[in-house]
């Protein structure tokens, strides 16, 4: 079990990554629609 949890994690994005990918979500779920 231990090793299939380390080989799992292996794969996740690193720490940074996560938080870029998250800052971009926010970035466009706060961004101002345009008024079409």
């Not at 299939?4 to 961004?31: C, F, I």
Request: proline fraction near 8%; charge should be negative.
């Amino acid at each position: 079990l231990r090793a299939r949890g380390a080989r799992q994690a292996a794969g996740w994005p690193s720490e940074d990554e996560t938080v870029a990918q998250v800052l971009s979500v926010y970035d466009e779920l706060t961004r101002p629609l345009p008024l079409i």
